[in-house]
């Protein structure tokens, strides 16, 4: 049983912040049953060529979680930690985290375990074409709509959409979010997870009275979230004073130049080495002196071992999972704000939505206009959410879940469960 491994399961830590909300909502315990078993779980192989001829066998993923609101929406990660544990977590977040900003899409994630630094371009192209081959039954445009996580680019997106549409032999574009412009990506859409969280982020902030001249910012994770977070982060007049990468971490609390630090990391492939702050741990980092956290890289990065030396006064989570339900609490007791996940990275799955849409239409939008909708889309659900808390005096975290529970269950009564 997934569910029992407590301990050790990504899945047990989303399911306990889920039964905190289900309670306060006085969930059916029919309902309750149902909303804690994943749909659809699906693992293969994927055998592949190395170039240097040799046959090589790993293995792949996909969880579609739940179907009640559309078809199945979330990323497909390339990990070496990836497991079906933390894909079916993963994907049990995407289904709260499309219904806490309203769009008609249910949760799924898919993975491969590898390590996609080691591989060469030919090699991940013929790792993602089996794994996308292997999955044509089950995605489409109305079933399940991958898009890229962890370890996976447009340029993947791009060959995943090529072998579906070669596979049904027509032209798919919707099959797949996150794509390249030129073969119907979005525009915006690189941007809209990290746009999402400063957003987010910059709006509790106002309520908090921490102004965002001069407020200092630490990211954990320099990636597309971490990087693009903190970009426009400086864009409204913040300080980033703490970044990181898988090498390490970087703090300067006259704030890091981070175009400068985009710049290094893109041509050095990483940060190390950078040196435009001194070199700290990722723990000297997580508690390290700031106004706001913003873990952008995995799961379980705040713990019962740092939550208490955590110096942040609001938490925004552009990672998924990055707070164990432990560390949770003990921010709840310190008063330390978190926004969490399902609500603060939701900018990725709401401009994918639009993605979609614009496939569909065979119509793309302004930047502006994939931007001004995204936040009245983000704001307008976080408000939501900030007003649930309110009324039921609860976290952030335990509101977004009442919010987005109560919509998957009222689409799942009025349909009527098939059983
Ligand atoms: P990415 O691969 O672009 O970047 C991940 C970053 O984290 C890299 O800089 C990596 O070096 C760093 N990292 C890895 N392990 C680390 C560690 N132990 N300490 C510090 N840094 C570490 O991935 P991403 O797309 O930016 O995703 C980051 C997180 O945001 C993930 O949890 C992902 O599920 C979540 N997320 C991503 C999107 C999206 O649109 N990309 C949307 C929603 C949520």
Redesign the pocket.
């Known amino acids: 049983m997934l569910t029992a491994a407590r301990e050790v399961s990504v899945f047990g830590d989303a399911i306990e912040y889920f039964n905190t909300a289900a309670s306060l909502l006085d969930l059916d315990p029919g309902m309750r049953r149902l909303l804690t078993s994943p749909s659809r779980q699906i693992i293969f192989a994927i055998p592949f060529q190395r170039d240097n001829g040799e046959l090589e066998v790993y293995t792949g993923y996909r969880v579609q979680y739940n179907f009640a609101r559309g078809p199945a929406k979330g990323?497909i990660?390339f990990h070496p930690g990836v497991t079906l544990d933390e894909v079916t977590a993963?994907a049990f977040w995407m289904t709260w985290k499309c219904a806490v900003v309203d769009l008609p899409f249910g949760g799924g994630k898919g993975g491969v375990t590898c390590d996609p630094s080691k591989l060469s371009p030919g090699e991940l192209e013929r790792i993602t074409r089996r794994y996308a081959a292997e999955l044509v039954e089950v995605v489409g445009p109305d079933k399940d709509v991958p898009?890229?996580?962890?370890?996976t680019t447009p340029q993947i997106m791009a060959w995943f959409m090529d072998t579906y549409s070669m596979h049904v032999r027509q032209h798919v574009p919707a099959v797949v979010t996150?794509k390249p412009l030129e073969i119907g990506g979005s525009r915006g859409r690189v941007e809209?997870?990290g746009r999402g969280v400063s957003l987010v982020a910059l709006a509790q902030m106002e309520e908090m009275g921490i102004a965002p001249s001069g407020a200092s910012i630490v990211v954990?994770?320099?990636?597309?979230?971490?990087s693009i977070a903190a970009q426009m982060f400086v864009e409204r007049g913040c300080k980033i004073v703490g970044i990181?990468?898988?090498?390490g971490g970087y703090y300067n609390a006259n704030g890091i130049d981070v175009n400068g630090a985009i710049a290094y990391s893109q041509e050095h492939h990483?940060l190390d080495g950078y040196r435009g702050g001194d070199r700290v741990t990722?723990d000297a980092l997580l508690t390290a002196a700031c106004d706001v956290l913003v873990p952008?890289?995995?799961?379980k990065?705040l713990t019962i071992e740092n939550a208490a030396r955590v110096q942040a006064k609001l938490i925004v989570e552009?990672?998924?999972?990055?707070t164990t339900p432990e560390a949770d609490h003990i921010f709840d007791e310190r008063g330390i704000v978190v926004i969490p996940?399902i609500m603060a990275?939701a900018g990725?799955?709401t401009v994918s939505y639009f993605e979609w849409a614009q496939n569909r239409a065979g119509y793309s939008w302004r930047e502006s206009e994939v931007n001004e909708r995204l936040a009245d889309v983000l704001l307008e659900n976080f408000r939501r959410v900030r007003g649930a808390a309110a009324l039921r005096n609860v976290t952030l975290r335990t509101a977004a879940y009442m919010v987005a529970i109560q919509r998957v269950t009222q689409s799942m009564n009025t349909r009527g469960v098939y059983a």
């Open positions: 990323g990660r993963l898009a890229p996580d962890v370890g996150g809209a997870t954990q994770g320099f990636g597309n979230v971490g990181s990468d898988v090498s990483s990722n952008a890289a995995l799961e990065q552009g990672a998924n999972g990055p996940d990275n990725g799955v």
